[in-house]
T-cell receptor, first 113, second 115 residues
Framework: ETGVTQTPRHLVMGMTNKKSLKCEQHLGHNAMYWYKQSAKKPLELMFVYNFKEQTENNSVPSRFSPECPNSSHLFLHLHTLQPEDSALYLC????????????FGPGTRLTVL | AQKVTQAQTEISVVEKEDVTLDCVYETRDTTYYLFWYKQPPSGELVFLIR??????QNEISGRYSWNFQKSTSSFNFTITASQVVDSAVYFCALTEGGSQGNLIFGKGTKLSVKP
């Protein structure tokens, strides 16, 4: 299943680095999401984009900066992260209708040293 | 407020046993949607099922079955004749009809199926 792809799959970065996570969906969907999955915690919604417009920012620190240039691509730019930001970052997409099924990518495992 | 509770943190069974994963939800909305996802060790969340609040029919898909009971706000998931490949973390999730796809996940149940 390659409907939603994410790169890189693993990333190790220092606290002063700048890096970006990429998500691409090949499903013809219109809405895209970023989630954070930390150990021992439920999945947390970070951002929602619908038709390239950000519709939700779930009180995410500004060191995480999303970008959605078109309905197929979603980026998460990372800058001066903290070790507690180490987590699995998952991207998802839907057609964009209310409560549509979200299809997830494989995630990027991020480690902040 | 919405909430999803998966009280079972970890379950271990032997292959061919049946196993039920519990999910209890809270919502004030009359229109809502419930989901189950499977997360194998590879990390990807795999969609299993979606139910809306107006459809209480139970569903069966192969060895998987789901029991939706609004009276107890539960949406339990049963795997019949479990297999080693069923080993994964299973998440129950809820979204309300008026939301913009804000899925609220439970903490997940880790299922280990031993040969």
């Amino acid at each position: 299943e390659t409907g939603v792809t994410q790169t890189p799959r693993h990333l190790v970065m220092g606290m002063t680095n700048k890096k970006s996570l990429k998500c691409e969906q090949h499903l013809g969907h219109n809405a895209m999401y970023w989630y954070k999955q930390s150990a021992k915690k439920p999945l947390e919604l970070m951002f929602v984009y619908n038709f390239k417009e950000q519709t939700e920012n779930n009180s995410v620190p500004s060191r995480f900066s999303p970008e959605c240039p078109n309905s197929s691509h979603l980026f998460l730019h990372l800058h001066t992260l903290q070790p507690e930001d180490s987590a699995l970052y998952l991207c998802a997409s839907t057609l964009g209708g209310l409560a549509d099924t979200q299809y997830f990518g494989p995630g990027t495992r991020l480690t902040v040293l | 407020a919405q909430k999803v509770t998966q009280a079972q943190t970890e379950i271990s069974v032997v292959e061919k046993e049946d196993v039920t994963l519990d999910c209890v939800y809270e919502t004030r909305d009359t229109t809502y949607y419930l989901f189950w996802y499977k997360q194998p060790p590879s990390g990807e969340l795999v969609f299993l099922i979606r139910r809306n609040s107006f459809d209480e029919q139970n569903e069966i898909s192969g060895r998987y079955s789901w029991n939706f009971q609004k009276s107890t706000s539960s949406f339990n998931f049963t795997i019949t004749a479990s297999q080693v490949v069923d080993s994964a973390v299973y998440f129950c999730a809820l979204t309300e009809g008026g939301s913009q796809g804000n899925l609220i996940f439970g903490k997940g149940t880790k299922l280990s199926v031993k040969p």
